[in-house]
Each structure stands twice: as C-alpha cells, then as structure tokens.
C-alpha cells in the first residue's frame, strides 16, 4: 500500500472536497482518499504509487489545481 | 409574473450556486432563478409570490442561510 499526500487549491466548500474526492478515487488502485478543506490536504491511499500526472489530471478534471 | 430577490449567505463557489437554485427552483410555480455568487443575491421569477418561508426552507435545504 502507497500513501501520497498532494496538495489542492481553489476548494472552498463541502461540494469541492466531495468533486476531488470523487475524480480523485476513480485513479487506478486508489483505495481510500482524505481531503482537508482547511489546509488543501489531499492524502490518497493506493495499492501501487501514482504518477503526478494522473493525480494533476484527476484534480483539473474536478475543476481545481495542485499547489 | 412575480420577480423576488433575497440574499443568500454562505455560498462559496459554482456548486454552492447550483445546490440553490436546484432547490428554489423545486419551489411550485417558480420559472427561473438567478444566483450571483459574488453578492449572495437571489432572484427568483415565479408565476405567483412566494412566502419568505417556503424560500427559507428551501435555502437552508441546500445548506445556506438567508441573510
């Protein structure tokens, strides 16, 4: 198990976290995702490593950016 | 056809504009709703008046106040 922590920006609200943790969760081998709404946190959990690429790709589709 | 603004508190960004105005418009009678996020200001457009009341409770079903 891999545990990654990234960082989010532009998420203001309840329905932000809920949008990143929703794109976020459907990367391959991703098993748990915690976000925290203060600080931009984003602590994925996965089977095997993920590539920044995918985590990026993931976050832009949910309409934010990592820091 | 009567046209109705109030101010919405708590609203922070395009999701929260959409959870309210999906709820106002579930309101009966109401033909269009529009939110500007950056004021909180909602306009309403209904075939008939609405009670504060009904627009309240619609609001705080979306998670908001109104000021």
Redesign the interface.
């Known amino acids: 198990m891999s545990t990654q922590t990234f960082t989010v920006t532009g998420m ?2 309840g ?2 976290v809920a ?1 990143v943790t929703e794109e976020v969760s459907e990367l391959e081998g991703v098993q748990n995702v915690d976000v925290d709404l203060a600080t931009g946190s984003v602590t994925i959990e996965s089977t095997t490593p993920l590539e920044d690429d995918a985590v990026r790709a993931a976050v832009e589709e949910a309409g934010y950016q990592l820091a």
Request: proline share 0%; hydrophobic share 0%.
């Open positions: 203001t609200c329905h932000c949008s």
